[in-house]
């Protein structure tokens, strides 16, 4: 059963910092891709940061210059450092996975709270 965990969401003031972590596990063995995504209230999920199995990224243009996606294939651990924080970046975060077999797996979510 894969499960993929996340931690280091939290509340932080404007300007501030945080650093997500997704850790995969249960029988992961090739993975093509991870990112994160986020859903602010009333709003549709969107792709914010990826990084390919090469260590190809892509970032949405709000967090670009802020976000560094970055992973450890040993691990099979994808982070997410958040730099410049704005209240426009409170969500809800999701790790994402895209195996070699083309599964797709997501995390449960965890709550970034920008305060100003």
């Known amino acids: 059963q894969v499960q993929l965990v996340e931690s280091g969401g939290g509340l932080v003031q404007a300007g501030g910092s945080l650093r997500l972590s997704c850790a995969a596990s249960g029988g992961i063995f090739s993975i093509n891709a991870m990112a994160w995504y986020r859903q602010a209230p009333g709003k549709q999920r969107e792709l914010v940061a990826l990084?390919?199995?090469?260590?190809?990224?892509k970032y949405v243009d709000s967090v670009k210059g802020r976000f560094t996606i970055s992973k450890d294939n040993a691990k099979n651990t994808v982070f997410l450092q958040m730099n410049s924080l704005n209240p426009e970046d409170t969500a809800v975060y999701y790790c994402?996975?895209?195996?070699?077999?083309?599964?797709?797996?997501w995390g449960q979510g965890t709550q970034v709270t920008v305060s100003s």
């Open positions: 990084i390919s199995s090469g260590g190809n990224t």
């Open positions: 994402n996975i895209i195996t070699a077999q083309a599964m797709v797996y």
